[in-house]
T-cell receptor, first 113, second 114 residues
Framework: NSKVIQTPRYLVKGQGQKAKMRCIPE?????VFWYQQNKNNEFKFLIN????????QIDMTEKRFSAECPSNSPCSLEIQSSEAGDSALYLC???????????FGSGTRLTVL | DAKTTQPDSMESTEGETVHLPCSHA???????IYWYRQVPLQGPEYVTH???QNTTNSMAFLAIASDRKSSTLILPHVSLRDAAVYHC???????????????FGKGAKLTVSP
């Protein structure tokens, strides 16, 4: 069973609404990755953190998403204005180091109506 | 991360030993071979990884060819719970700074019949 906790499991939003999801990484894991998995099961890397610092992010994330990993609080990923194409499974993964094994949560399934 | 090639699907029966092949002809010397599996509505589950030597754990045995251009994930005595999409992925070792993203492909869907 995964020790990476993602909430909520399911999220339904209308177009233009904000959509926020959270992730508690495994204890002792300072590195967090976010991925988007679409209906075709294709994965897209979104952003990663080491502690509170952003390491890498793609253009889409920079422009339309807001993400953070504050100390002593869950990490979060928020879409500022949801679009139909954002409907996907959002996966959070954590690891002990930037080149260590990633362990994934169960994901948040976002549906944008 | 370099590309890997897997069959789209494989079929098996409970109790069999399953061999899942993966081709990575352009692998670099500093890339690990990772295997994850995923069932519907769940995130990928880590199975195993290796660099050059064969590895074994409670879930599987990973056989890596001597030239590292291919590998085989061996699942002994599969059960219905082993039915999943299995992903073979390459990941650069020892990167500092930004870390190494995993690049997932479509994987190989393993079906297990009773």
């Amino acid at each position: 069973n995964s020790k990476v906790i993602q909430t909520p499991r399911y999220l339904v939003k209308g177009q233009g609404q904000k959509a926020k999801m959270r992730c508690i990484p495994e204890k002792g894991h300072p590195v967090v990755f976010w991925y988007q998995q679409n209906k075709n099961n294709e994965f897209k890397f979104l952003i990663n953190f080491q502690n509170q610092e952003v390491l890498q992010q793609i253009d889409m994330t920079e422009k339309r998403f807001s993400a953070e990993c504050p100390s002593n609080s869950p990490c979060s990923l928020e879409i500022q204005s949801s679009e139909a194409g954002d409907s996907a499974l959002y996966l959070c993964a954590s690891s002990r180091g930037v080149a260590e094994t990633l362990y994934f949560g169960s994901g948040t399934r976002l549906t944008v109506l | 991360d370099a590309k890997t090639t897997q069959p789209d699907s494989m079929e098996s029966t409970e109790g069999e030993t399953v061999h899942l092949p993966c081709s990575h002809a352009t692998i670099s010397g500093n890339e690990y071979i990772y295997w994850y599996r995923q069932v519907p509505l769940q995130g990928p589950e880590y199975v195993t990884h290796g660099l050059q030597q064969n590895t074994t754990n409670s879930m599987a045995f990973l056989a890596i060819a001597s030239d590292r251009k291919s590998s085989t994930l061996i699942l002994p005595h599969v059960s219905l719970r082993d039915a999943a999409v299995y992903h073979c992925i390459l990941r650069v070792r020892g990167l500092g700074g930004t870390g190494s993203k995993l690049s997932f492909g479509k994987g190989a869907k393993l079906t297990v019949s009773p």
